[in-house]
């Protein structure tokens, strides 16, 4: 069974929308945005190149970033090159780009819980607030790697639904704060 990790920067108050600078959201870029740089915030985005067989996305994550990262062959060879799942309803593959390695279309959750049945290793989500949302909520992510920023955004994408269901316990594996006040936090899903 693989494991599926949900990646994300976020906000104090949980909020995950633009955070490098998309265009559409008032706070856009808010990661860099009066935040001092430090590298050390950012090695568990770096270890999940590597230790990550493939990526996922939703439709608008996947339209966003498949213009731009192919390109990004410094910054994500390893992302490059592993397999992509999109989920999605509308995106056809006649959609999708054709310098981005193997990409897979995914239509349901359904699709999602007998991808993670197959062999093969962790499957980290990139972006993709909906998704997310929609994965935590039908029980399939199996862990979370959050860089959480100090600020407060109010308005904006969410990384969890308000959904009323039942308690989800999750258990600390990793955290580490850093001088520029981000907070690495990783949890494993106790399902």
């Known amino acids: 069974m693989r494991t599926l990790i949900a990646t994300a920067f976020v906000s104090l108050d949980g909020v995950v929308e633009a955070p490098?600078?998309?265009p559409g959201?008032?706070?856009?870029?808010w990661t860099f945005k009066d935040i001092e740089f430090d590298p050390a915030a950012y090695e568990l985005k770096g270890r999940e190149q590597g230790e990550s067989a493939a990526m996922m996305m939703g439709r608008v994550s996947y339209e966003a970033f498949a213009p731009v990262w192919p390109g990004m062959t410094e910054e994500f060879p390893?992302?490059?090159a592993m397999p992509k799942y999109v989920v999605s309803?509308?995106?056809?593959d006649r959609d999708l780009v054709s310098n981005w390695g193997e990409i897979t279309v995914l239509r349901s959750l359904d699709d999602v819980a007998a991808l993670k049945e197959t062999d093969g290793g962790p499957i980290t989500v990139h972006g993709s607030a909906t998704l997310n949302r929609a994965l935590a909520d039908a029980g399939l992510i199996d862990r979370y790697h959050l860089l959480v920023f100090p600020v407060l955004?109010?308005?904006g994408k969410r990384l969890f639904s308000a959904t009323d269901k039942d308690k989800q316990s999750l258990k600390v594996v990793e955290s580490e704060t850093y001088g520029n006040g981000i907070q690495k936090l990783v949890y494993d899903v106790i399902h």
């Open 78 to 80: 390893g992302y490059n």
């Open 153 to 155: 955004l109010g308005a």
């Open 25 to 29: 959201y008032r706070n856009a870029g």
């Open 20 to 22: 490098g600078g998309e």
């Open 89 to 92: 309803t509308t995106l056809s």
